[in-house]
């Protein structure tokens, strides 16, 4: 009879990439305070049109305000005086049978960056804390294209189209392969769209990073109707660059990480849907209520300099919350929702009954959302074939190329110049062993009986302006007696297996993963 045995056999060092730059920054670790139906920005007052991950101070609500969230009893972040809000949809997996379960989510990173940036009449201008009563949203949940602009973005000064607002928008979302190597970190918001089910199988052994950066330019408004037209996003978004006429002012660059752990259902038939109800990603967004303490965010903007790594407890301003505080603080779900479970295991239609859609037209009409297509849509995404380059600016990395038909071969859209690379041969089947992760360590056994590996811990540290992270693995091997035997294909009921490990998944990873530092 088959036996397992787990053992730890090496500890990874990964190499999450380098700030550009002398920017100060801050990585605002952050757990999850709830998962509901709840947006006071969109949906005041009432259930939202779909469930988000909901991080930050505990008051948060369907009517919060910032001076609601202020008076918030504690902060699921690692700064105790920030009792803001932070909200993205969540990440949910769709069976070949019709029934969703939420993926595996890791922990959330809202990074706090201070970039200068250049207003009208050539002034740097420096950025300024967030004011009391600010908030503000970044994406757009009905959008299902990419339409007019070139995949992957071009190399940087950007113009003309590539600068407009709408432009910068879409370019402001992100999905990142996680493979820990070396040479294989993309660079944050390399990638506009979710990549499908089978790309990530194939190349996303360590999951994905969802990301969302917010606009940095500010006309001094606290908010506006569809809370988006008092900021505008810079011309070279993480990069910095310059503001559009009528925003002199400059707000710290927010830039928000979410690690999601999809690798439990790559065994399975089926696809990776938003909250939302989008399978291409370019509807994902973020929402922001500013409740730091007043004088807090400014201080540390002032105290805090260039020479700091990213580390909130290097800053002698902040109070830190631990672990276990951060955990311990979750907001109460309101009454209206109290029969709802948007952690259940299996559900048959995303929460609110949200319709997947795939576009690629815009998913609103006259209002309202569009209604249900009489037949399933197959994402219009561009087509994927990895090949990572040894760093991160390396040209073609992830051999991005542009799906024009199912039927009609891919046409590339050249970063430069030279001649494009040819089309990538067939993706091969997936193999019938988790992709192997590569580690730094001469003494790993590489056991070719391996099935699976997973992580049993990280820890986290910095050098200059470096950042690490240490994965502890673990490898289980199955040894089976019988010789010869196939194992059993499994059957679409497997599902509920994979919501078992998917409980055991969430136990390893939770209150881990700190991240890298992004805007290379």
Known sequence: MPSKLTRIIAAATISFGFIGGSDAFWRLLCDISGVARIDPLVNPGERADHAHNIYGGDAFSMSSSSSDLLGSSCSSCQVKQDKSAYWTPNLYFKFSNGSLTPVTRAQHISYYKYTSLMVKGGEFKVPEAFPAGFQMISGDTYQRNFSGLPVPDPPKPWSGDDVTQEALERKSVGFNCMKYCDGCDEPSLYRHFLPTKEYMTENCPNGIRMEILFPQCWNGELDSPKHKSHVAYAS?????????DGFDRVLPQL??????????FYKYDGEFVLTN??????GYHGDFINAWEEGVLQKALDQCGPSDDGDTTHCPVFEINGAEEQ???QLKIPKELDAEDCTAESQEMLPGDVTILSGPDYAKQGGKPAPKAESPVEPIVPTLSFSAGSSASGTYQGNILVQVTPSTSAEVSSWSSASPPPPPSPTPAPPAQAPVVAVKNKNVDADPMALE???????????GR??????????????TVAAGATPAPVPEAGYQKARKERKRHLHKHQHHHPGHLYGR
């Open 277 to 282: 109800g989008d399978p291409t990603g370019y």
């Open 327 to 329: 955990a311990a603080c």
């Open 466 to 479: 470096e950042a690490y992270e240490v994965v502890v693995i673990a490898k289980e091997v199955t040894v």
């Open 236 to 244: 070279a978004l993480l990069d910095g660059g310059s503001c559009p």
């Open 255 to 264: 830039f928000y990480e979410t690690y999601m752990y999809p690798q439990d």
């Open 453 to 463: 590996l997973s992580t049993i811990t990280t820890t986290y540290y910095t050098e």
